[in-house]
């Protein structure tokens, strides 16, 4: 059974196909539009602190990815080639031909590829808890794995996706809690319930499976490297965040019309929970509203 949308005042919800997807979009506010997406293990409500502030004067849509949310959960598809297309055909399903792109978590392995392959989509983008695209993981880097020991076991066949819907939760529950308190209990509670569908404990495992452990392996060949990024670009990392810092990122392997980094302090992994205003703040010095 679909788990029941939660609301945010002033939010519309439609669903829209784009390529092999029924594909459920929030929408808000009239002007520059902004799309938002969502990380991992969230959907669209990943943005409810944002989407107010924003649509004041921005028109902001933030969908559902492919298997998340309300969005529909097909058995394949979950690559980085499938989803950066299913981002392309969502901007052309809306009408969109250009817009600034906010990403968080694994969202940022589309924006990227975006960014560097069809730049001509983005008026500008901001990266939430990322580091720049000619990042080099560290030793310091590796010395904090332990931290995401759910990701090969969210990844493993079979026993990923009974682990994402199946008794407590525990794996999902981890992930959402890590180590200080962001969600209240009604948010945690529909992002857990939003897992609990076979089809989509499934389609959880195969993000993990076909493009975040793959997405993150790629670092260390340097995708991206001796590639210009055209696209002005923001990057706001969390001021608690113990591995990605600004001064940890390395050198850069390429060139930047327009990037810089800042931290948003008081902030975990989930920057759009705990630092809405930060978020906002980059949208906006971008956009120029």
């Known amino acids: 059974m679909q788990a029941p949308m939660p609301e945010v005042a002033g939010v ?4 829209i196909r784009a390529g092999d997807l029924d594909v459920h979009v929030a929408e808000a506010g009239e002007g520059p539009p902004v799309m938002l997406l969502h990380g991992s ?28 949310g309300w969005t529909s959960a097909p058995a394949s598809g979950y690559d980085l080639d499938t989803q950066t297309r299913d981002v392309l055909a969502i901007l052309d399903a809306l009408g969109l031909e250009r817009v600034t792109l906010v990403t968080h978590d694994y969202s940022a392995f589309m924006g ?6 069809h730049p001509g989509r983005l008026d500008a983008l901001v990266a939430l808890g990322a580091p ?48 200080r308190p962001t969600f209240d209990e009604a948010a ?7 897992w609990r569908p076979s089809e989509r404990a499934r389609a ?20 991206y490297d001796g590639r210009h990024l055209a696209v002005p670009t923001r990057i706001v990392l969390a001021g608690d965040d113990p591995v990605i810092r600004e001064a940890g990122m390395g050198p850069w392997r390429g060139t930047a019309h327009d990037l810089r980094t800042s931290t ?5 992994h989930y920057i759009a929970d705990d630092r809405p205003d930060a978020v906002a703040a980059a949208v906006r010095e971008l956009t120029g509203r």
């Open 264 to 268: 948003a302090e008081r902030a975990g």
């Open 112 to 117: 990227w590829r975006i960014a560097f392959d």
């Open 204 to 223: 959880l495992s195969s993000i993990y499976r076909r493009l975040i452990l793959p997405g993150m392996a790629a670092l260390a060949r340097g995708p």
């Open 41 to 68: 293990p969230q959907h669209w409500f990943e943005w409810r602190r944002v989407l107010p502030l924003l649509a004041a004067d921005h028109r902001v849509v933030a969908p559902d990815l492919r298997g998340c």
């Open 12 to 15: 519309t919800h439609r669903r």
């Open 132 to 179: 720049h695209p000619w990042f080099r993981p560290t030793a310091a880097m590796a010395a904090q794995l332990w931290r995401v020991w759910f990701q090969p076991v969210l990844a493993m066949p079979g026993l990923g996706q009974l682990v994402a819907r199946g008794g407590r939760q525990r794996v999902v529950r981890s992930m959402l809690d890590g180590s």
């Open 188 to 194: 945690r509670q529909s992002f857990l319930a939003a």
